[in-house]
């Protein structure tokens, strides 16, 4: 599957960090299949415009999450995932991604109610959030 | 010297880019010859092939060419021995095209010829005169070396025209002209051995240089 | 092994010394090199090339069959043809490959029998990058390749250079002072201001190791000014380069941003001033 990926140079974050974002999405989403391999590391780098090192970057984190293996002289594979592990990982992601917003929410006195809302509005499908 | 003989064909063609020069100082040399005889053929001839020659190691490119060989796998001194090589040969072509028009001139103008011991000791003498001049263009550029090959070529015609009457000088000059044919080839082997000598000092010089 | 190393490297020459100097550029990676007109980069490069000799220290450079330079201006006789050029050129390199030369020269729009006197600016600059890519040269040195360039032309530079490191076993050495060039290529950069080596890291970490500062001058106090590269003070405040961690002294009304590579060069470079 065409595997795209777009990084801004000026929204503030690491070219690093946006590669690796975009990447970790399309392995999780399965569009790069198990043992796949993903462009290497120069190819990306010449093609994106940004330096050796950035792209060598992103591919070095994905390999410390585990999501893929980095062989050298031959490329970058997706590695096969225990999907329990994978899961757990997310989960605890979105468990301190949680206890932040909650602790922003104390600083304001916002109440559960308004929050499950916050959560609601961005849990709606994609479409509707669109047209909003 | 695995270097050598590419070095001595990007010569050829650092030389052959100046083939329309070169061209012309032959046009010229033929002129003077035919306007005033055969005797000036040397000497004209001798005055241009110095200023060819001396082209290759000061041109007005000098410095892209050391920027170029700087970037190439080759050795300082092959660029020395290069540029004399070269030089030498460039030199008896010039000896032997003076010596020709000389001998054209002479005939058409039914004017004694010049010998083989004429050409030998031009040869020499320009090679004597190469061999003093080169070193002060690798040590010190084109304007400087121009100015030392001035100086030294017009004492040399300098001191011909005011002291060519002095009997003693003319006597000298004679013998190393005509009279004698080994003394021809004396001075062309002095000039052999000045170049070897001159070749060793430019070497030093140029392999010590910043460029 | 790296393509190049200069290590302690001390050249004395009227009343300014450059170094002592080291400078690496890694193997299979862009090291740019970058300082202003007059800090030493272009004599750290004939250093490099042994165009200059060294007063001290050492340099090792991968042989020259297997480097290619490009300097702001061809390095070739005027009167010379593209063709000519590669044959004067080709009997030094047993790698050279004609049909690569040739290929080169069509991409650059260079005619083999057009003068190098009558090339512009920019194919100057590519008909050396043919050179040099046409004889499997792993490490290209380049020397203020951009200067008096187009932004077309530059941007066809960077796009070779990219192609070119798609080879692992490739690496360059940009020294420009037009930094802009390198924010997308360059993996490593050199700074040099007067003679000596003030940074050399990873693009990413020299930029984060500074910040841009504007501040009031109220809190411009004696203990911070000696903090501030390149102060520049004017009539409404101050602007300078901090390193980040001493942006932590700073007042309320100052504000420290990410630098651009240009930015850290010239307030490097820059002394002070007062309005």
Redesign the interface.
Known sequence: MQIDIVVSKTSGL?IYEQIKAQLKAAILLGHIAEGEALP?I??L??DL??????TTRAYSDLAAEGLVTNVPGKGSYVLPRNAELVRERVLREIEEHFAEAVTQARLVDLSAAELHAVLDAALTPSTEQEQS | MRDLAPMLRLDLLTLVASRKMLAIYVLVVCFLVAVNGALVALPMIGVASMMVCLNLFGTIENHRLTQLYGSLPLRRRTVMVSHYAVTAVLTCVFVLLGALAAGVAAWVRAEPAVGVAEGVGTLGALLLVLALVTPAYVAWGTRTGGLVTLVVVATVIGGLLAFGDNPVLAGALRGLAGVGPEASWWVLGAGVLAQAASLVVSIGVYTRQDH | MNPLELTGVIKRRDGFTLGPLDLVVPR???MGFVGANGAGKTTTIKIALGLVHADEGSVRLVGHDRVGVVHDQPAYVGKWTAAQVGRAVAPFHPAWDPERFRALLDWAGIEPTRQVKELSRGMGMKLQLAVALSHAAELLILDEPTSGLDPLARSEL?EML??F????RHSVLFSTHITSDLE?????VTVIERGRVVAST???ELVDSYRLVRGAASELDADLRPLVHGLREHGVGWQGLMATEDTVSLGRRAVAEVPTLEEIVVHLAKEPRHA
């Open positions: 690491p290497s120069r190819g780098a010449r415009q940004v330096s050796i090192i950035t | 299979g990676y862009v960077l990219a192609d490191m798609t080879d692992e997308k290529i360059a993996d490593y990873t693009r990413d």
